[in-house]
């Protein structure tokens, strides 16, 4: 994935935690959803479109895509006022292609880093699915911590440790390290912004999160 496309994917992931975490009113996020899924749409296509056919670079852009569609669908959602099963049910999908991609880049990209990105966007994904698609109310809370936390680990900090030239050479290293804070981390959120923690707010039609 694009470093700077990255960042500000980490950005929005951030601000709609917060919002399913009821820190920010929902339509004020709509914006940054526009924003960054302008730009999740324009740079795969600019990507695609200068790539002279090469297959590695058009599956590796084709998955930004998915981030630019769900914050534009996101954005339409919390601006009209619509129900959510739509935007949940287009998770399900994204949540089974970002195993694929996860799948992809442990295997043909060689980089287990991004490997486990993707399996934490799958996650976060899955739990939009069930909040939206299946009307479970009771994990937005999680959600949201979920989403906030992604937003930094798998969005600001790699985007600027790629940026910096940190990258390259530490793929094993950050992959298990992701894996252990991803376990802990939302093992953790669980009983604290779980259905037991505290009663949820209710999903309505303008309360649409945002994934990967």
Known sequence: MDSVGLLYVGAVLFLNGAMLLGLVENKSAAPLNIFVGSLQ???PTYLIFTSGGDPDTILAASGLYLF??????????????LDGTGLGYFSLFVAACAVMYSAVNFVRFEDP???VIWL???FLWSLFF?????????LTRYTGAVC?????????????LLMA?????NETLFAVALAIFAVLAFGLFYPRFGPAASPPPTVA???IPTDS
Request: aromatic share 16%.
């Open 165 to 169: 030239g940190r990258w390259g050479g």
């Open 148 to 160: 906030l936390t992604q937003g930094i680990v798998t969005g600001a900090i790699p985007a600027f």
């Open 130 to 138: 069930l909040v939206l698609g299946l009307k479970r109310d009771s």
């Open 41 to 43: 749409v324009l740079t």
């Open 120 to 122: 934490y966007w799958a």
């Open 113 to 115: 880093a991004f490997g």
């Open 68 to 81: 630019g569609f769900t914050y534009l669908y996101v954005a339409f959602n919390l601006l009209g006022d």
């Open 205 to 207: 039609a303008g309360d």
